[in-house]
């Protein structure tokens, strides 16, 4: 229902909505050099337990070790010097040795060459920082420990400041886009046509911003956990791969299988995480169809079905969340025993070449020289640190899933395009008033089934304009082309000479005003009501719209903070008739060419009806007014009426020219006329 969508690759689309957040590029350069600074003050402290073990366990200080490492440097190379000067008089002094000894003592000259080289240029590292370790660093055991202490406390502050900093640019950038994103969603929504309103139903754009949410959600862990953790990973990988990078490469055999194994697992996660939110969609529309219907649905009786509904998607949907928790659980085992792997391995390699004083694992070699106790555990240090990262990331492969799932729905959002829309040269509408010309107008909702057929139309300018008919007939269809809420499938609706698809939307509508059967309030009270038809109106011009609209009074009189009453959502404070006088207000402020009426008094009581009616009577005229209505109160202002049936026009004429040629409008009017007279009767 929410994913009928070409498929497409879901880190496409998750990338698609991930630019929105590049306006804010120089708080992401930030963001990504402060996870940088830290991931480094991180790798820092894991170093400094190099001097510390030193001191302790081998009882050596830094100025001392760098001395004995470039003795023991020179050492092995006089001992390799003096291998090779060995192998040299071996192959000189004997002319009959074997030419396969010779070939085998020339490549091992070669390779203590390559040692000798090795050597030499450990040696100048070391020479090059013996001044600066010989006149920074002390030799006293206690103090050169209570330094490092020190500079640990100073690296855990900047840290700490610097997360801070972090947090903050992470709370812009996702700040931002949040309100960026929803801004464009919630543009992009009222956009829509009316149509998808009308076959999805609100809940279905309610649902697409739910999921917006849960992308935004996913910022936080892009550019944070995403983001800062796995570079912690890397630099502790870069700091173990300085001290012996064969040794890492060794520890991650492994890796590849358990990559598999993750991508296996995200796939699963993204499907399991599609069918559960698309069963809290269709959970969400079953709660509004409850709400909204709340008063069928105690008056019929119907509250036990709708709760074994409810319950029925309820337990539906604990389902599949369980499945998406146990496929998501999953995760953590894999990247746990990742990185026990990776630490086993590591180890038992170090304790090999430490302890048995080794340069080779299963003759391939691992390190030049052997590794002491105080750098094995240094190694082991930053692959612990960078294995505490890994494990964090297990709790980000489901966000990220769901959000990839999140994207795919809010990428569907932005990027569907209304039918009904601005051309991109639109033509300028006529200033003067103009006659609306329906020709040979068709419309099917479906495509197939035309609910109007075959109209042809003139309505002049200044004209009232009065549709009846029985109900499904197509009036409120044909109006609603109009202000273009639908176009025809077929011919073409016009002001003046211009075809309205041709003309800019804001133009056309700036022209008309709307008053229906379902009069809708905003949330606000009523002077900001009946301002929404012109939000530039002054105070006194809301006045003067209310009183023409016959509301004035009703407005200080009757309501108990006048024009500041809250109205309440959809208005639900007022009743029917101060509804519908607000709304009547709202469309007069307006001061439109084109007024439309749909079954604007359907909902009232005679006496509001007639009230509603005379206001309109000295309103409309010099303005072209097009109403649909099942009374015939209006008929007396209506200079033409029209009446349809099963989508055609049927007749047109006055009252007079109706009542003498066609049966169904004067049933129609006998009817009603009989139903006012009992109800009029019944007052009185």
Same mark, same amino acid.
């Given at each position: 229902?929410?994913?009928?969508?070409k498929?497409?690759?879901?880190?496409?689309?998750?990338w698609?909505v991930?630019?929105m957040?590049f306006?804010?590029?120089?708080?992401?350069?930030?963001?990504?050099?402060?996870?940088i600074?830290?991931?480094?003050l991180?790798?820092?402290?894991?170093?400094?337990v190099?001097?510390?073990?030193k001191?302790?366990?081998?009882?050596?200080s830094?100025?001392g070790?760098?001395?004995?490492?470039?003795?023991?440097?020179?050492?092995?190379?006089?001992q390799?010097?003096?291998e090779?000067?060995s192998?040299?008089?071996?192959?000189?002094g004997n002319?009959?040795?074997?030419?396969?000894?010779?070939i085998?003592?020339?490549?091992?000259?070669?390779s203590?060459e390559?040692?000798?080289k090795k050597?030499?240029?450990?040696?100048?590292?070391?020479?090059?920082?013996q001044?600066?370790?010989e006149?920074?660093?002390?030799?006293?055991?206690?103090?050169?420990?209570?330094?490092?202490?020190?500079?640990l406390?100073?690296?855990?502050?900047?840290?700490?400041?610097?997360t801070?900093?972090s947090?903050?640019?992470?709370?812009?950038i996702?700040?931002?886009t949040?309100?960026?994103?929803?801004?464009?969603?919630?543009r992009?929504?009222?956009?829509?046509d009316?149509?998808?309103?009308a076959?999805?139903?609100?809940?279905s754009?309610v649902?697409?911003?739910?999921?917006?949410s849960?992308?935004?959600?996913?910022f936080?862990?892009?550019?944070?956990?995403l983001?800062?953790?796995?570079?912690?990973?890397?630099?502790?990988l870069c700091?173990?791969?300085?001290?012996?990078?064969?040794?890492?490469?060794?520890?991650?055999?492994?890796?590849?299988i358990?990559i598999?194994?993750i991508?296996?697992?995200?796939?699963?996660?993204?499907k399991s995480?599609?069918?559960?939110?698309?069963?809290?969609?269709?959970?969400?529309?079953?709660?509004?169809?409850?709400?909204l219907?709340?008063?069928?649905v105690?008056?019929?009786?119907?509250?036990?079905a709708l709760?074994?509904?409810?319950r029925?998607l309820?337990?539906?949907?604990?389902?599949?969340?369980r499945k998406?928790?146990?496929?998501?659980s999953?995760?953590?085992?894999?990247?746990?025993?990742l990185?026990?792997?990776?630490?086993?391995?590591?180890?038992?390699?170090g304790?090999?070449?430490?302890?048995?004083?080794?340069?080779?694992?299963?003759?391939?070699?691992?390190?030049?020289?052997?590794?002491g106790?105080?750098?094995?555990?240094?190694?082991?240090?930053?692959?612990?640190?960078?294995?505490d990262p890994?494990?964090?990331?297990?709790?980000i492969?489901?966000?990220?899933?769901?959000s990839?799932v999140?994207?795919d729905?809010?990428?569907a959002?932005?990027?569907?395009?209304?039918k009904?829309?601005?051309?991109?040269n639109p033509?300028?509408?006529?200033?003067r008033?103009?006659?609306?010309t329906?020709e040979n107008?068709?419309?099917?909702?479906n495509?197939?089934?035309k609910v109007?057929?075959d109209v042809?139309l003139q309505?002049?300018?200044?004209?009232?304009?009065v549709?009846?008919?029985?109900?499904?007939?197509?009036?409120t269809?044909?109006?609603?082309m109009?202000?273009?809420?639908?176009?025809?499938?077929?011919?073409?609706?016009?002001?003046?000479?211009?075809?309205?698809?041709?003309?800019?939307?804001?133009?056309?509508?700036?022209?008309?005003?709307?008053?229906?059967?379902?009069?809708?309030?905003?949330?606000g009270n009523?002077?900001?009501?009946?301002?929404y038809?012109?939000?530039?109106?002054?105070?006194q011009?809301?006045?003067?719209?209310?009183?023409r609209?016959?509301v004035?009074?009703?407005?200080l009189?009757?309501l108990?903070?006048?024009?500041?009453?809250e109205?309440?959502?959809?208005?639900?404070?007022l009743?029917g008739?101060?509804?519908?006088?607000?709304a009547?207000?709202?469309a007069?402020?307006?001061?439109?060419?084109?007024?439309?009426?749909?079954?604007?008094?359907?909902?009232?009581?005679?006496?509001?009806?007639?009230?509603i009616?005379?206001?309109?009577?000295g309103? /409309?005229?010099?303005?072209?007014?097009?109403? $649909?209505?099942h009374?015939?109160?209006? @008929? %007396? =202002?209506? &200079?033409? /009426?029209?009446?349809?049936?099963?989508?055609k $026009?049927?007749?047109?004429?006055?009252? @007079? %020219? =109706?009542? &003498?040629?066609?049966?169904?409008?004067?049933?129609q009017?006998?009817?009603?006329?009989e139903?006012?007279?009992?109800?009029?009767a019944?007052v009185?």
């Open positions: 229902m929410f994913f009928k969508r498929k497409i690759s879901a880190a496409k689309n998750y698609q991930m630019k957040s306006r804010w590029k120089y708080t992401i350069f930030a963001s990504i050099v402060l996870a600074a830290i991931a480094f991180w790798a820092i402290n894991i170093a400094a190099f001097p510390v073990i001191v302790a366990v081998e009882g050596q830094l100025p070790w760098v001395q004995t490492s470039i003795e023991d440097t020179d050492e092995r190379i006089a390799k010097n003096s090779i000067d192998l040299q008089k071996k192959i000189n002319k009959q040795l074997a030419k396969i000894e010779q085998k003592a020339r490549d091992k000259i070669l203590l390559d040692e000798i050597e030499v240029k450990s040696r100048n590292k070391f020479v090059a920082v001044p600066y370790v006149q920074y660093i002390p030799r006293d055991a206690f103090t050169l420990v209570g330094l490092v202490m020190l500079f406390f100073g690296c855990a502050a900047l840290r700490c400041v610097l801070l900093f947090s903050l640019a992470l709370h812009r996702v700040g931002r949040e309100n960026a994103l929803y801004f464009q969603f919630y992009k929504a009222l956009r829509q009316m149509d998808v309103f076959r999805k139903g609100t809940m754009e649902i697409k911003v739910m999921f917006t849960g992308i935004v959600n996913s936080n862990i892009f550019y944070g956990s983001l800062r953790e796995p570079v912690k990973m890397i630099v502790c700091g173990a791969a300085l001290i012996n990078w064969r040794l890492v490469l060794l520890t991650m055999i492994v890796a590849p358990a598999w194994g991508a296996k697992l995200s796939k699963a996660i993204r995480v599609q069918a559960m939110l698309s069963l809290e969609g269709a959970q969400a529309a079953n709660y509004e169809a409850g709400f219907a709340a008063p069928i105690k008056a019929y009786g119907r509250e036990f709760r074994k509904s409810c029925s309820l337990n539906t949907l604990y389902i599949k969340r998406v928790a146990i496929i998501s999953l995760s953590h085992p894999v990247t746990e025993v990185g026990i792997f990776i630490l086993a391995v590591g180890m038992l390699g304790a090999w070449l430490t302890l048995r004083g080794e340069t080779h694992i299963l003759g391939v070699r691992i390190c030049d020289v052997p590794m106790p105080a750098t094995l555990i240094t190694f082991f240090a930053f692959l612990i640190a960078a294995v890994l494990r964090k990331m297990s709790g492969i489901t966000g990220i899933q769901e990839f999140f994207a729905m809010v990428i959002g932005l990027e569907s395009k209304p009904v829309r601005t051309p991109a033509v300028e509408i006529p200033h008033e103009a006659a609306i329906f107008i068709s419309f099917a909702y495509g197939t089934d109007v057929e042809n309505i002049n300018a200044g004209e009232t304009v549709f009846v008919g029985p109900n499904g007939c197509g009036k269809t044909l109006v609603n109009i202000p273009r809420f639908y176009d025809p499938c077929e011919g073409e609706v016009r002001l003046g000479d211009v075809s309205l698809r041709n003309v800019r939307l804001s133009s056309l509508r700036r022209r008309i005003s709307l008053v229906t059967q379902d009069t809708i309030l905003f949330d009523v002077l900001e009501n009946i301002r038809g012109k939000p530039n109106a002054t105070d011009e809301v006045y003067e719209a209310a009183k609209a016959k004035h009074d009703i407005i009189n009757r108990e903070n006048g024009y500041q009453t109205v309440g959502l959809i208005g639900g404070c009743s008739g101060q509804k519908q006088r607000v009547l207000a709202r007069f402020i307006r001061d439109p060419q084109i007024l439309l009426l749909d079954e604007a008094t359907s909902q009232v009581d005679l006496a509001s009806e007639k009230s009616y005379e206001a309109i009577e309103y /409309i005229r010099g303005r072209t007014v097009v109403a $649909i209505t009374r015939l109160s209006i @008929l %007396e =202002l209506a &200079d033409k /009426i029209v009446v349809m049936n099963n989508g $026009i049927v007749d047109v004429g006055t009252h @007079l %020219e =109706l009542m &003498d040629r066609c049966q169904w409008y004067q049933q009017f006998f009817t009603e006329w139903e006012k007279n009992k109800a009029q019944k009185a």
